[in-house]
């Protein structure tokens, strides 16, 4: 899928909105309200032409809707995509998805993969378009997130798709092989991880100011 692509489905998301929000009013005001709407349509539009920096999350079998949910508004708050891929909890099928995103889910733009069965699907799009993948798992050969982010700050206008895996049994090993780097956090004191939506806070975080 182009860029271009994922530029109209995220316009045609928020036009949907609008135009339920101006149907639903039943006043002036309500109407000339729904207008703010829009405006996120003319901002996205142009910062996606201007941009060549796309970054991408791509879920992989996450099971629980307030972890998704976080992650969500997450992407919202840094501008980043989301990928639903596995049986990771779906915004468009799991309300608790929605509570816990407190509607995020409206205005960042989700992709939710057809396949169940794998990630691959979703791997695949991503070369496709470019991205430089990356999976947040802690391995024998994993890098630490300060020297990555130092590695790659040489580097500009790199896009990235970062995948995070089951709260239990973590990223799989099939997407560990395809991706281009694995990235671990370091941990200073006695936890060696962290749930799976502080992990991806900070990783997101840290690789948007690395490309800011």
């Known amino acids: 899928m182009s860029k271009t692509l994922y530029i109209l489905v995220y316009i045609k998301r928020l036009l949907l909105h609008s135009a339920s929000t101006i149907i639903s009013s039943h006043s002036l005001s309500m ?4 207008f703010w709407f829009f405006l996120p349509i003319v901002y996205t539009t142009l910062f996606y032409y201007t941009s060549k920096v796309m970054h991408f999350v791509i879920l992989e079998n996450i099971r629980s809707a307030y972890n998704v949910g976080n992650i969500i508004r997450t992407a919202d708050a840094l501008g980043w995509w989301v990928v639903i ?10 309300p608790k998805v929605a509570k816990s995103s407190l509607g995020a889910e409206k205005s960042v733009t989700i992709i939710e993969m057809e396949d169940l069965r794998e990630t691959q699907p979703a791997l695949d799009r991503a070369k496709k378009n470019d991205l430089t993948l990356v999976a947040a798992e802690i391995t024998e050969s994993s890098t630490n997130l300060v020297s990555f982010t130092q590695e790659m700050s040489t580097l500009t206008n790199v896009s990235y798709g970062v995948v995070f895996g089951n709260e239990v049994q973590w990223v799989e090993q099939t997407t560990l092989d395809t991706v281009d780097y694995i990235v671990h956090i370091p941990m200073l004191w006695v936890k060696s991880s962290l749930n799976v939506w502080q992990s991806c806070a900070i990783l997101m975080r840290e690789l948007s100011k690395n490309q800011s």
């Open 85 to 94: 891929s596995w049986y990771t909890a779906r915004p468009s099928s799991q």
């Open 31 to 34: 109407y000339y309200k729904s």
